[in-house]
């Protein structure tokens, strides 16, 4: 059997992807966690072989709790499972530990057969995540940290310094240090050069709606 824990903050999507895999006779979802904290104790109380990881977790980081996860069982595969489709966001998910990366368009059987290519040593990339690897976006943002990355990525959403720092657990000194040092290693002397650059990425998109 291959042991499947579910990290993501909708408890519906997990209840969703719990249905889904649970079908398989090979599956066997041994728990869900919706924060970085839920899943490292799960790691510490059932060993699964498997973590199915959203990268956008409420008051958490996904990036971190890949991170964590990889440093915690070295032997855990992750695939990601997630709404971006950025290869900004590729890119630091690999850096982070993960051995895939599909996003939450992917067709269910394309979800089944990741998990077992996983668990199988391949390296799995949905269809929409390979043509995002060929395109590359702003190879910059590859270079920064799983943690600058994340920091970045909410401020380019909108969240205020404070959000930031209560998301991270940070303080709001420590958020505009790193802010200072991602502007540096990015070449960015103002936010609109960082929201470009992110744009480049996927990171943000200047066309989509507003959110309500």
């Not at 709790?65 to 695939?79: D, E, N, S, V």
């Not at 368009?105 to 390979?130: A, F, K, N, Q, T």
Request: net charge negative.
């Amino acid at each position: 059997m291959i042991r499947i824990i579910l990290v993501d903050d909708h408890a519906v999507v997990r209840s969703g992807y719990r249905r889904l895999l649970c079908a398989e006779p090979d599956f066997d979802v041994v728990g869900e966690a919706a924060t970085v904290q839920e899943a490292n104790a799960l790691l510490q109380r059932v060993h699964p072989d498997v973590a199915v990881v959203d990268l956008s977790l409420k008051n958490s980081s996904g990036l971190e709790a890949i991170a964590g996860m990889a440093a915690r069982l070295p032997q855990l595969r992750i695939l990601v499972l997630s709404m971006h489709d950025g290869a900004g966001h590729l890119a630091q998910a690999l850096k982070a530990g993960a051995h895939g990366y599909l996003t939450k368009c992917s067709e269910p059987e394309e979800v089944i057969d990741g998990i077992r290519g996983v668990v199988r040593g391949r390296r799995v990339l949905s269809r929409d995540m390979r043509d995002a690897a060929r395109e590359g976006g702003d190879e910059a943002l590859h270079d920064l940290k799983p943690r600058e990355f994340e920091l970045l990525r909410l401020l380019v959403q909108g969240e205020s310094v404070q959000d930031i720092a209560t998301a991270m657990h940070l303080s709001p000194k420590t958020v505009l240090n790193y802010l200072t040092a991602i502007r540096q290693k990015l070449g960015a002397d103002n936010d609109f050069k960082l929201m470009h650059l992110a744009a480049r990425s996927g990171l943000v998109d200047f066309g989509a709606a507003a959110p309500t």
